[in-house]
Each structure stands twice: as structure tokens, then as C-alpha cells.
């Protein structure tokens, strides 16, 4: 089945770095990798997603990378700000009919001012 | 676009009575829903799939005969923990899937049974 391995599960970094979660999967057909952020006591909340069929995107200051044959996933927040402190979660899509989410075991980041 | 609703926000039960709680696509027909358990500190665990018009599938470990499903329109699912006990005390999240594969959360339920 699937699974979805997630490090590190904190981070902690000075405004303004850079910060990076990897994450490994296990499905060779997974091809929809998104990644949701979750603030304490609300929903999770989608902030990219990458397909199999490129290997970065990039939306401002964040970005996702694959490795497809190594079935490593990352995010980079660069230039962190205190908001972007919070829990994320990287997302395996199970393939088959029920595209039901694996969800890893989250990282929580936080940004210190 | 593409908002879910969840009612309860919040409910407090005591132990051995039955909670239901609705997830609604409020913008959206959404034929598979989802129901997920997040307890304190950790991440979202997949309770069970719904599908509008048939059995909703469980998840390993989840008993279907404690979380009732019934997800009997396009807009509209509902999770009912039956004989509630503390253990089972949990923030309760669903989500509806949308196309092709992205899948909008609804804002959680806080369910405590004391």
C-alpha cells in the first residue's frame, strides 16, 4: 500500500532563511504529489501540487521538486516569514480508482521573528 | 469556489450517545467524499471513502459499524459515531473531491465525549 515518509518532523528557523521538507513515497504509479499547510485548529489548506510529468514548480516563494526515480518530493520555502509558520503535510495520491490521500506525518516549521 | 461546510463545528457528547455530523460541498456536486480523524499532534488518517448512491469503503482498523457513512446526495455526506466513548474524542475533518484530483477540506468538527 501506500506510505509516505516525511523529514523532518520539526523545523525551526530565523525569518528570512530558507526552509526544506523531503519526502519519500513508495508508489511507482503515484503522479499527483500536493502539499497542504495546516494551522493549529483549522483545515488543511492547499498551498502546490506537482505532477509526474515535470519536475519543479515554482509559486513565489515556494517551491516543489520531484524526483521521480528516486520517489523523493520536496518543498522549499525560501525568504520565511512568522505566517508561514505552522504544520505542513506532503500528500501521496493513491492511484486506482479512489485517489484517496496518504498523508505523511507532517513537519511543523517554526519561523522565529 | 469549491467551499465545503462541516456542522458541527464543535460538539461536546457524553459517553454511549451517538453525534452525527454533515459535510456539505456547498459550490460543487461531489461525487466521493472523504472522512478523516486528526488527533491532537499528529496527521490526518483516512477514516473511510464515500461515494454518493453506495457503501462507503472503511479503511483498515476503522469499524463500520461505529462510523456510520451515508453520503445519499451529490452535496451531502454524514458521519455518525455511534456509542461514543472518550477514545474517541477527536477533531474530525472531511473532504470533497473535486476534478480531477484535488480534494477541498471542510473546516473540521471538535468532537469531545466526556
Known amino acids: 500500500g501506500e506510505n509516505v515518509e516525511q523529514h523532518p518532523s520539526t523545523l525551526s528557523v530565523q525569518e528570512g532563511d530558507s526552509a526544506v521538507i523531503k519526502c519519500t513515497y513508495s508508489d511507482s504509479a503515484s503522479n499527483y504529489f500536493p502539499w497542504y499547510k495546516q494551522e493549529l485548529g483549522k483545515r488543511p489548506q492547499l498551498i502546490i501540487d506537482?505532477?509526474?510529468?515535470?519536475g519543479e514548480k515554482k509559486d513565489q516563494r515556494i517551491a516543489v521538486t520531484l524526483n521521480k526515480t528516486a520517489k523523493h518530493f520536496s518543498l522549499h520555502i525560501t525568504e520565511t516569514q512568522p505566517e508561514d509558520s505552522a504544520v505542513y503535510f506532503c500528500?501521496?495520491?493513491?492511484?486506482?480508482?479512489?485517489?484517496?490521500?496518504?498523508f505523511g506525518k507532517g513537519t511543523k516549521l517554526t519561523v522565529n521573528p | 469556489g469549491a467551499v465545503v461546510s462541516q456542522h458541527p463545528s464543535w460538539v461536546i457528547c457524553k459517553s454511549g450517545t451517538s453525534v452525527k455530523i454533515e459535510c456539505r460541498s456547498l459550490d460543487f456536486q461531489a461525487t466521493t467524499m472523504f472522512w478523516y480523524r486528526q488527533f491532537p499532534k499528529q496527521s490526518l488518517m483516512l477514516m473511510a471513502t464515500s461515494n454518493e448512491g453506495s457503501k462507503a469503503t472503511y479503511e483498515q482498523g476503522v469499524e463500520k459499524d461505529k462510523f456510520l457513512i451515508n453520503h445519499a446526495s451529490l452535496t451531502l455526506s454524514t458521519l455518525t459515531v455511534t456509542s461514543a466513548h472518550p477514545e474517541d474524542s477527536s477533531f474530525y475533518i472531511c473532504s470533497a473531491r473535486g476534478h480531477p484530483y484535488e480534494q477541498y477540506f471542510g473546516p473540521g468538527t471538535r468532537l469531545t465525549v466526556t
Open positions: 506537482i505532477r509526474s510529468n515535470v
Open positions: 500528500v501521496e495520491v493513491a492511484q486506482g480508482g479512489s485517489e484517496k490521500l496518504v
